[in-house]
């Protein structure tokens, strides 16, 4: 009995909080008259207060969807948006939580990301709106493709291009696997093009097919210049595969290459002068000025926190820029990437064919630099193990990792790693330039 | 702006794209292949300086043995 009471009590409780809420919530400026009645109070017997508490519940809003619905953006959500497309949305985010947390697949992205799916999905609370914390984290950083290029002077500052410096001309293999990025361009326009699934844009396709380039950062830059309607099942495609990369990878490569290939043993690489490492930030960033204007967003951060590394003056800055800056960044970056998976965005059918062409892109990727790294070992006049030109999709040093681990399987004792880390580097690079020519494009 | 083929404006793309990407990394590898011949060249004086940081910390742990083993005889010795 006292259970009850005490239940009942705390019912009551909620009720009147509501209707204060309510009340308070209806004194801005622009309500109507009509609005402006209901701010006087008017007693009402318990029963209709639980009514009008049921109301104001979640539980309302997805079990009895209605009509004229508005999210966060002010555009009316579909009945099924409003209910099993939530529902969805929050298996879908239980899915990504098991992979970032039992699966360790690139939790630091996955998981806030889905927490920001979690949040952005909440009825009524509509976190989404510019006013809301998602929405403000979204304005902030992303709709203006700021928080990828923090990143990127993070990732810069964490990357030794001693490997490559060692050995120039595994550069053209993080080349080679750019064309995971443009055979999946002309993937995705064939799909919207002969299926009539879906209906893609040139400026979409281009979006989605930077997800080949395997770089998160890079595909959150594109997808908010150039499909930010897209940009959540884009970037939920880029990390997931990013992280599956391991999975992915291996049977590629394996393919196309022969046992004999994948056991040779490569030179040990030169040593590198500090003052190489200093001049070649500045290097790239002389060409991209020449060459490529519009990708010195991506690789000017990026070769500044190089720069800033190997400069060996302000360890300070560069160290900020490893850990405290780029943490920082990747919660709101994750965070902000997450509002965009609310269920009407994000259960279309767009995001099927973004996650095919994806995998398409990933594997495209992968097979041309295999299949590069083929051709230079045949013609070089030192051996090349053509397992390192799987590393040229950049997802550094995952990538690299994931061929030292197979080059090990096949010979134990044969260490890929640092070979592998050369054309991995250069990938992140290709996929830069290769981003800066598809921004040139759509000028 | 219907009319227009999306796959052939993509593979239009995609030689663009990939003739790009392969002359930026090209001239690169050119570049670095220059600026390490150069630096070899010109100041090579880094590799030595490599060399004298080594002996330092030969020196080191050569005088952290020689200490060690004098409190090992000194201890040996009360």
């Known amino acids: 009995m006292k259970v009850k009471k005490l239940f009942l009590m705390l019912m009551l409780a909620f009720a009147t909080l509501s209707i204060t809420v309510q009340a308070?919530?209806?004194?801005?400026?622009?309500?109507?008259?009509?609005?402006?009645?209901?701010?006087?109070?008017?007693?009402?017997?318990?029963?209709?207060?639980?009514?009008s508490f049921y109301d104001t519940t979640g539980l309302k809003a997805i079990v009895q969807p209605q009509d004229g619905i508005t999210n966060g953006q002010?555009?009316?959500?579909?009945?099924?948006?409003?209910?099993?497309?939530?529902?969805?949305?929050?298996?879908?985010?239980?899915?990504?939580?098991?992979?970032a947390i039992a699966k360790n697949f690139e939790p630091l992205l996955l998981l806030p990301i889905a927490f920001g799916g979690l949040l952005a999905n909440i009825p009524i609370a509509n976190m989404t709106s510019d006013h809301g914390m998602?929405?403000?984290?979204?304005?902030?950083?992303?709709?203006?493709?700021?928080?990828?290029?923090?990143?990127?002077?993070?990732?810069?500052?964490?990357?030794?291009?001693?490997?490559?410096?060692?050995?120039?001309?595994?550069?053209?293999?993080?080349?080679?696997a750019q064309f995971g990025i443009f055979g999946s361009l002309v993937g995705a326009a064939a799909l919207s093009q002969y299926t009539g699934m879906v209906d893609f844009s040139l400026k979409q396709c281009s979006a989605i097919s930077i997800i080949g380039g395997a770089d998160?950062?890079?595909?959150?830059?594109?997808?908010?210049?150039?499909?930010?309607?897209?940009?959540?099942?884009?970037?939920?495609?880029?990390?997931?595969?990013?992280?599956?990369?391991?999975?992915?990878?291996?049977?590629?490569m394996r393919?196309?290459?022969?046992?004999?290939?994948?056991?040779i043993v490569m030179k040990s690489t030169r040593k590198v002068n500090r003052l190489e490492k200093l001049l070649f930030p500045l290097v790239v960033i002389a060409m991209t000025i020449l060459v490529l204007p519009d990708a010195t967003p991506l690789i000017g951060a990026f070769a500044f926190g190089n720069f800033a590394k190997e400069s060996g003056v302000v360890d300070r800055l560069s160290n900020e820029m490893?850990?405290?800056?780029?943490?920082?960044?990747?919660?709101?970056?994750?965070?902000?990437?997450?509002?965009?998976?609310?269920s009407d965005k994000f259960l279309v059918v767009e995001t099927l064919g973004i996650m095919i062409i994806g995998l398409l892109a990933f594997a495209a990727g992968t097979a041309a630099g295999v299949l590069m790294a083929k051709i230079m070992n045949k013609y070089s006049d030192e051996p090349i193990n053509p397992l390192i030109g799987a590393?040229?999709?950049?997802?550094?040093?995952?990538?690299?990792?994931?061929?030292?681990?197979?080059?090990?399987?096949?010979?134990?004792?044969?260490?890929?790693?640092?070979?592998?880390?050369?054309?991995?580097?250069?990938?992140?690079?290709?996929s830069a330039v290769a981003a800066g020519v598809l921004l040139s494009i759509f000028k | 702006m219907e009319e227009i083929n999306l796959v052939s404006e993509a593979l239009k793309f995609m030689v663009l794209g990939m003739i790009v990407v392969f002359i930026f990394l090209a001239v690169l590898v050119q570049l670095m292949?220059?600026?390490?011949?150069?630096?070899?060249?010109?100041?090579?004086?880094?590799?030595?300086?490599?060399k004298p940081t080594v002996q330092a910390t030969d020196e080191k742990a050569q005088t952290a043995a020689i200490i060690a083993a004098i409190t090992e005889f000194n201890k040996n010795k009360s």
């Open chain 1, 24 to 51: 308070s919530g209806n004194t801005q400026p622009e309500a109507t008259t009509e609005v402006a009645e209901e701010k006087v109070y008017e007693s009402r017997s318990i029963g209709q207060m639980l009514v």
């Open chain 1, 74 to 99: 002010g555009q009316e959500m579909s009945i099924f948006a409003q209910s099993f497309g939530r529902i969805m949305m929050f298996i879908i985010i239980g899915v990504l939580f098991y992979l």
């Open chain 1, 134 to 176: 998602l929405g403000i984290i979204y304005n902030m950083g992303i709709a203006n493709e700021f928080f990828p290029l923090l990143i990127f002077m993070g990732v810069g500052a964490m990357t030794d291009f001693g490997p490559l410096l060692s050995r120039p001309k595994t550069a053209l293999l993080g080349g080679a």
């Open chain 1, 216 to 252: 998160g950062p890079t595909s959150i830059f594109i997808a908010s210049a150039l499909a930010p309607e897209l940009l959540g099942a884009i970037a939920v495609a880029a990390y997931s595969y990013m992280a599956l990369v391991p999975v992915i990878q291996p049977p590629i």
């Open chain 1, 255 to 263: 393919a196309l290459t022969t046992k004999e290939e994948r056991q």
């Open chain 1, 322 to 342: 490893q850990n405290s800056l780029i943490n920082i960044v990747t919660i709101f970056l994750g965070l902000g990437v997450g509002s965009t998976l609310a």
């Open chain 1, 391 to 430: 590393a040229g999709v950049s997802a550094v040093p995952m990538a690299a990792r994931v061929v030292s681990k197979v080059g090990s399987e096949e010979k134990p004792g044969n260490i890929l790693l640092m070979h592998a880390m050369g054309p991995n580097v250069a990938g992140v690079i290709g």
């Open chain 2, 33 to 50: 292949k220059l600026q390490a011949k150069l630096i070899g060249k010109y100041f090579p004086e880094k590799k030595p300086m490599v």
